[in-house]
Structure formats: C-alpha cells, structure tokens
C-alpha cells in the first residue's frame, strides 16, 4: 500500500533553516507529480510547492518563493523541502501527498505530517 | 488570484444529508476535490475531479459542480462524518494549488 513518511521537523529559530524528507514506497515514485502542503495550528490547509514525476518542474507558492525549494530524488524515492529564512508564520504540520495521477492536480495520498515550529 | 469560498460551519442531524458548498469564479471550469480531515489526523480524499469517488469512500459521498458553485453531499450522514471538509482546485492561470477554507461538520 501507498506510504509516505516525512521527517526533518523540528524546533527552528527565525532566520534559521530546515530541510523536510519524505519517504515514499508502494508505489513507483517516479511515475507522480508531489506535492508539500502546510496546516498552522488551528487553521486550514495551504499549499506550498509542487513537483512533477521527473523533477523538471516545480511550483511554490507565492508565500514561500524564494525561500523554500521542493525537490526530488527518484532513486531514493525521496521528496525533499528545503525551507531557508523561516518565519514564524511557518510554524505548521506539514504533509506531502502523492498525486491521483492527472497530473499534478490532485493529492490522492497524504503522509501524516511533520511539525515544524519557527520560535526564538 | 482564486479564491475559493466555503461557508465555516455546516450542522445536520443524523440522517439526513449535509451539503457543502465551494464558491468562486468560473469554478465550473476547474475541477474539484474534496477532502475529508478529522481531528489530529491528516486529511482523506473523498472526491476527485468533481464528482469520482476514491476507493473505499462510501457511496454517501457525491460531488457536483455545474456552474460557480461546487457541492459536496452526504447523505445518510452518521457521526463518524463529523470533521473539516475542504475543496481544492488547481489553477492553471497561476499553476497554484487552492484550497477553500474548510467547513466543520457537525452531527447533531
């Protein structure tokens, strides 16, 4: 069955940086686009950043251009989130998902998140 | 850029049929999913592009979206319904992924 396992979470000061892993397996990864979702405490889902199947496109969302990055490693079966210059607005449990495979569109399979924490 | 608008909170009794709406301009271009999330835990599809059902999602669960506004319905709802549910669509004039807000369900 699909897995998706993240880690890397963590206490981090603002200004400080983090790298978010997540592990996949049941599936042939490298056949789906991925995606990074992000939920502050209390709040609703937001999106961060897509990635399709091969890695040569990628999406970020407005709130995190520049500062995080998605990235994949098909051999690994790996997806990556390096997240630079954190906020305390970043503090939130964050999800990668695999897509239902229209391409990019859908995430049909959800990890069961990761907390991340930005406080001095 | 998109905004999709659910209405915050939704209560029915056990029974009947809880209906959720998803508005936002030109939504009846873009299709629509739905998610299911309970408390502390992460969240569920439950329809996809409109109106399909994942498997293992109860036929209760249907989707529609004819014109501006998407709708999530279940009917017969039961107590294990009561969670957040949201909408999502893809916009391919931003390529960003949206979500609505969320709508709480609650059994009475």
């Known amino acids: 069955q699909v897995q998706l396992v993240e880690s890397g979470g963590g206490l981090v000061k603002p200004g400080g940086s983090l790298r978010l892993s997540c592990t996949a397996s049941?599936?042939?990864?490298?056949?789906?686009?991925m995606t990074w979702i992000r939920q502050a405490p209390g709040k609703g889902l937001e999106w961060v950043a897509d990635i399709s199947n091969s890695g040569s496109t990628k999406f970020h969302a407005d709130s995190v251009k520049g500062r995080f990055t998605i990235s994949r490693d098909n051999a690994k079966n790996s997806l990556y989130l390096q997240m630079n210059s954190l906020r305390a607005e970043d503090t939130a449990v964050y999800y990668c998902a695999r897509d239902h495979g229209g391409g990019g569109s859908c995430p049909e399979y959800w990890g069961q998140g990761i907390l991340v924490t930005v406080s001095s | 850029s998109f905004v999709l608008t659910q209405p915050p909170s939704v209560s029915v009794a056990p029974g009947e049929t809880a209906r959720i709406t998803c508005g936002g301009i030109t939504i009846g271009s873009n299709s629509v999913h739905w998610y299911q999330q309970r408390p502390g835990q992460a969240p569920v599809l439950v329809i996809y592009?409109?109106?399909d059902r994942p498997s293992g999602i109860p036929e209760r669960f249907s989707g529609s979206n004819p014109g501006n506004t998407a709708t999530l319905s279940i009917s017969r709802v039961e107590a294990g319904d009561e969670a957040d549910y949201y909408c999502q669509v893809w916009d391919s004039n931003t390529d960003h992924m949206v979500f609505g807000g969320g709508t709480k369900l609650t059994v009475l």
């Open positions: 049941g599936f042939i990864f490298s056949d789906y686009y």
């Open positions: 592009y409109d109106s």
